[in-house]
């Protein structure tokens, strides 16, 4: 149907285009010009001739777009399709990351998230753990994340060692959503401690972080 409706409207066209020289040249005739009533035959001919090749292209070109591959074709897709699987697993293999995929930088989730300026945020602040060790962390809030992706109402995250490596957040997303949203989609950690709560989710990418081990926040400090 398609093509019959191209060559009806190839037809028009050349229709047309005769009627337009026809009637350029009944105008020039009629302003005194010495110019002859009807088109030059050989003019119309290798416009006619010029269509049906334009013609005759656009139909080889819908036979070869419907036609299916080859064997040949088909295999070499495969082979090449097979290579690009291939160095994708490599480049994973021999990838300088640390063991599970799901880092994600300090700076990367402050140049993505909104910090929540109308709540106290602890950059080298301290945590206590229960056994006595104290470390430094960056103890932050933030809001309307990610930039990207609303998705958290408010969250508050801490980045030990430029890391991310607890986050507590309000959300109504699932859990594998939420942990895409920031990119963690290799999964999370396998000792990660995860919390469901009534309006979100607590995770602890490192165990060490959960709240039942520490014994003050960089925010209990006098």
């Known amino acids: 149907m ?38 030059n035959s050989a003019s119309v001919e290798d416009l006619e001739a010029k ?52 880092v994600i930088s300090k700076e990367d989730f402050v140049l993505g998230n909104t910090i929540n300026e109308e709540l106290t945020s602890y950059e080298g602040g301290k945590i ?16 309307e994340g990610n930039k990207l992706w609303y998705s958290y109402d408010y969250a508050t995250v801490l980045f030990f060692d430029e890391k991310m490596v ?3 957040a309000e959300t109504t997303l699932d859990l594998a959503t939420f942990q895409n949203s920031f990119g963690m989609m290799g999964g999370l950690p396998d000792d990660a401690v995860i919390e469901e709560l ?11 972080f959960v709240d039942a081990n520490i014994a003050k926040f960089p925010n209990e400090w006098d």
Not at 51 to 66: G, P, S, T
Not at 84 to 101: D, G, L, R
């Open 198 to 208: 009534d309006n979100g989710f607590d995770i602890a990418l490192d165990p060490r």
């Open 2 to 39: 398609k093509r019959w409706k191209l060559r009806n409207r190839t037809s028009i066209l050349v229709t047309l285009l005769l009627a337009g020289v026809l009637s350029g040249c009944g105008a020039k005739g009629s302003g005194g010009t010495n110019v002859a009533s009807s088109p």
């Open 128 to 143: 206590e753990f229960k056994d006595g060790s104290v470390v430094t962390v960056d103890y932050m809030h933030f809001k």
């Open 51 to 102: 269509m049906e090749k334009a013609q005759q292209e656009y139909e080889a070109a819908l036979e070869l777009q419907d036609a299916p591959l080859s064997d040949e074709d088909f295999r070499k897709t495969e082979e090449e399709r097979a290579e690009i699987e291939s160095w994708m697993k490599e480049s994973a293999e021999s990838s300088p990351m640390t063991e599970f995929i799901s």
């Open 166 to 168: 607890k986050i507590q």
